[in-house]
Nanobody, 115 residues
Framework: QVQLVESGGGLVQPGGSLRLSCAAS????????MGWYRQGSGKQRELVAA???????NYADSVKGRFTISRDNAENTVFLQMNSLKPEDTAVYYC?????????WGQGTQVTVSS
């Protein structure tokens, strides 16, 4: 059983930056594919960015060039660096760990982009 705890959310002005962190415990972190998802008010949860166990990444078109996902296997942590934030990035951001049929979620962290 993998436990995931997100942190780093908050209120930021448009154009600003935030760095989300997701600390994992209870499993062998390095073998899991990790992802960041988000769910805005009244919207479905969507994939924002993902990174495989080997370090390959992919991004939603809406965040390409602005967001960067990375992982530190020694610290069992995955990060999401978010730059040039827009109001439409406002959502609860969730961390996910996946391997085979196993999928684990964190509790989420709120990101609000507003002036």
């Amino acid at each position: 059983q993998v436990q995931l705890v997100e942190s780093g959310g908050g209120l930021v002005q448009p154009g600003g930056s935030l760095r989300l962190s997701c600390a994992a415990s209870g499993g062998i972190f390095s073998i899991y594919a990790m992802g960041w998802y988000r769910q805005g008010s009244g919207k479905q949860r969507e994939l924002v960015a993902a990174i495989t166990s080997g370090g390959s990444t992919n991004y939603a078109d809406s965040v390409k060039g602005r967001f960067t996902i990375s992982r530190d296997n020694a610290e069992n942590t995955v990060f999401l660096q978010m730059n040039s934030l827009k109001p439409e990035d406002t959502a609860v951001y969730y961390c996910n760990a996946q391997r085979s049929v196993y999928s684990y979620w964190g509790q989420g962290t709120q990101v609000t982009v507003s002036s």
